[in-house]
């Protein structure tokens, strides 16, 4: 059987403090990484406590910062950033507030920049098969079906 190195708290509280600087994190994933240690609970609650006195983690920043890299890297819409910050277990309040982070011009922007792009790599002569694939690809993109059928109508006619 493997032994798992020991580390005294100010150890594993100085591992974490790294980890919540690297990148902006929620609690749900400082937690997992507390799992890995084994800690008691009364541990784990003073080293949380810890990390959110001295601003390692803050769930709003999280939250904010979350929204604004999967728009602008990765181009989805508000519905998805919402269902993967309720996944990530962030307060409503929260989740409202990192929505303001993307700017609805920018929004709109993107949806037609993506939709363009895709239309012109699916190679579906059946122009009901087309749009089918376009709106199932801004779907899982996560945009409100409202834009993606205005969107696609003026892309395609």
């Given at each position: ?59 709003e920043r999280f ?43 920018e929004y709109v ?22 749009k089918k694939k ?24």
């Amino acid at each position: 059987m493997i032994q798992k190195p020991s580390f005294t708290v100010d150890e594993i509280k100085r591992k974490l403090e790294q980890y919540c600087v690297y990148q902006d994190r929620c609690h749900k994933e400082v937690e997992q990484k507390m799992r890995e240690f084994n800690l008691i609970p009364e541990v784990r609650e003073m080293i949380l406590l810890s990390l959110l006195k001295d601003n390692f983690l803050n769930e709003e920043r999280f939250a904010k910062s979350f929204a604004r890299g999967k728009f602008r890297i990765k181009n989805w819409g508000k519905q998805r950033i919402v269902r993967e910050l309720k996944f990530k277990d962030i307060s409503a309040y929260n989740i409202k507030t990192a929505l303001k982070e993307i700017d609805e011009q920018e929004y709109v922007k993107t949806i037609y920049r993506i939709t363009k792009k895709r239309n012109e790599i699916i190679t579906e002569a059946n122009l009901y098969k087309r749009k089918k694939k376009l709106i199932d690809f801004l779907m899982r993109k996560g945009y409100e079906s409202e834009l993606i059928y205005k969107t696609v109508n003026d892309i395609l006619t």
